[in-house]
C-alpha cells in the first residue's frame, strides 16, 4: 500500500469570515486539494486553527442561527442560539460547520480527528 504524505495547514482565524474559513478547512482535510484525489479515500492533511474567538460573521447570523438537537423522545427538539454556542466554546462553531461540509460517510471521522482548533 501507498503511503499517504501528510502535511500540515496552519490558519489564523482573525477577521476570516466563518464559511469561507470552514470550506478552505474542509478541502484541506479531504484532500481535494492534491492532483491525486481519490474520493473513496482519506488522503486529506492536517490543519490547525488558532484565534477562532476573533472569526468574523456576516448578516445576522450570530442572533438568527439555530442548532437543532433532538434527543430521541417526543418533544425532544432542543434549540440553541448561536450566539450562545460562541460564548460558551468558540471552537464548537467552527468545528459544527467543517464538521457538516465533510461528506457523512465512514470518512468522516478521521477526517475530523485531523482538525486542531486552538
Known sequence: MKQIDRQTHIFDATNKVLGRLATKIAIILRGKNKPNFTPNL????FVEVGNVGQIKFTGKKLENKEYLHHTGYPGGLKRIKMKEVFKR??????RKA???????NKLRNGMMKRLTIK
Open 42 to 45: 482519506d488522503q486529506g492533511d
Open 89 to 94: 466554546k468558540p471552537s464548537e462553531v467552527l
Open 98 to 104: 467543517v464538521f457538516n461540509m465533510l461528506p457523512g
